[in-house]
């Protein structure tokens, strides 16, 4: 059968343990993003046999602690394998890599300079950077990192809160009057209670963001592309009904997959529609967000 697209992949004993496009399934809870890549590449047999086999493998990420501490995980995890440090931008390191574990664009040139290549691996909950069309052209399988698999989501719904507070406390504008006794103060900040808070993507970030705003006695609203899907206790509004949940909202968080569908989804129309004084929190893609609209 041919390859293509986003897909599922399985270990040894056909527990589901990837994503594909349609959904996440089951998986260990919380495993972390190190260890979850190496139960995918141990697992990852492209031969009927399933036989063990050694893979040669690119690790395509800017070097930083976070890379460097996965990496060097990966390392110990997968002794046996062939594990090459790719900056992108530069050439590959051979033309025989089988997988390429990625954070950064994977273009039709990179798929193209790889002929040996079977899996791209993301190291991040999404795979937006990824040319989807090119790899299901060349039968390479894509697959990405769910957050709550990961445990990533709940570590974005904290700095989801934290972006919140200091919006409302206005938290830039305290710190540069205490570096700087003459610049203006913030004034005084209103509380978050009673405050009502959009969710754009109530999905797995967007509901633990929800939890955790819920003791600071804030509102709930959703915005879904399906509300049926959404937590119950939210109410949720379809896409279409954008405009109107942000008019209602004093603070409005985006968390929704960065697609072609979703590019600049918070244009200049959905700006306006916003109170004046609302803040606009993005837990995800630059891309949602129109930064040119006026």
């Not at 496009?21 to 492209?46: D, H, Q, T, Y």
């Not at 996965?70 to 594990?83: A, N, Q, R, V, W």
């Not at 633990?208 to 959703?222: D, N, W, Y």
């Amino acid at each position: 059968m041919a390859r293509s697209g986003v897909h599922r992949l399985r270990d040894q004993t056909s527990h589901p343990i990837c994503s594909s496009a349609s959904g996440v399934e089951a998986a260990p809870p919380k495993m972390g993003i190190s260890f979850l890549i190496v139960s995918r590449l141990v697992g990852f047999r492209p031969l009927p046999s399933r036989e063990r086999f050694f893979v040669k493998i690119a690790f395509g990420a800017p070097s930083s602690e976070y890379t460097d501490i996965i990496f060097e995980y990966l390392k110990k995890g997968l002794p046996d394998d062939t594990l090459l440090r790719w900056q992108p931008g530069e050439q590959p390191p051979r033309d025989d890599i089988e997988v390429l574990l990625a954070l950064g664009p994977v273009t039709r040139e990179v798929l193209g300079s790889l002929p040996k290549l079977l899996l791209i691996q993301t190291l991040t909950d999404g795979y937006e950077t990824v040319d989807i069309d090119a790899a299901t052209e060349m039968g390479v399988w894509v697959s990405y990192s769910p957050g709550d698999v990961t445990g990533n989501a709940d570590a974005v719904a904290e700095y989801a809160v934290l972006l919140l507070l200091a919006a409302a406390r206005r938290l830039g504008v305290a710190l540069a009057s205490i570096r700087d006794s003459s610049a203006r103060k913030p004034g005084a900040s209103p509380s978050l209670v009673q405050k009502t808070v959009c969710i754009v993507g109530p999905g797995s970030i967007g509901a633990k963001s929800a939890q955790r705003l819920l003791p600071f006695g804030v509102r709930l609203t959703a915005v879904d592309r399906d509300p049926l899907h959404a937590p119950k206790e939210i109410p949720t509004r379809p896409l279409g009904e954008l405009k109107e949940a942000v008019a209602e909202a004093d603070f409005v968080v985006l968390s929704v997959r960065a697609t072609k569908e979703t590019k600049h989804m918070i244009d200049a129309a959905v700006l306006a529609a916003m109170k004046r004084g609302a803040a606009l929190v993005n837990i995800a893609r630059g891309s949602l967000v129109d930064e040119k609209a006026p």
